[in-house]
Nanobody, 115 residues
Framework: QVQVVESGGGLVQAGGSLRLSCAAS????????MGWYRQAPGKQRELVAV???????NYANSVKGRFTISRDNAKNTVYLQMNSLKPEDTAVYYC?????????WGKGTLVTVSS
């Protein structure tokens, strides 16, 4: 069993910053890929950023230069530093961790950016 728990969401004004955290625990002690997705009201879930075990990262074009993903392998935790937030970043942010073709999702944390 794997548990994935996000934290750090909240309400912030446009231009502000938030840092999301995601801790994975359970029977799997290491994940190849750890990433963040988001789903805005009425829209499909989309990739925000992903980081592979070797440190390679990939970002959605809409967040490049504003968001930074990082991971602490010892803690099985992935972070998303979000700067210069825009109202269009408002969404539920989900953490996803994967290994060996298996993917595990958290329940999400709400980020609301006011204009």
């Amino acid at each position: 069993q794997v548990q994935v728990v996000e934290s750090g969401g909240g309400l912030v004004q446009a231009g502000g910053s938030l840092r999301l955290s995601c801790a994975a625990s359970g029977t799997i002690l290491w994940f190849n890929a750890m990433g963040w997705y988001r789903q805005a009201p009425g829209k499909q879930r989309e990739l925000v950023a992903v980081i592979i075990s070797g440190g390679s990262t990939n970002y959605a074009n809409s967040v490049k230069g504003r968001f930074t993903i990082s991971r602490d392998n010892a803690k099985n935790t992935v972070y998303l530093q979000m700067n210069s937030l825009k109202p269009e970043d408002t969404a539920v942010y989900y953490c996803n961790v994967g290994r060996g073709g298996m993917n595990y999702w958290g329940k999400g944390t709400l980020v609301t950016v006011s204009s």
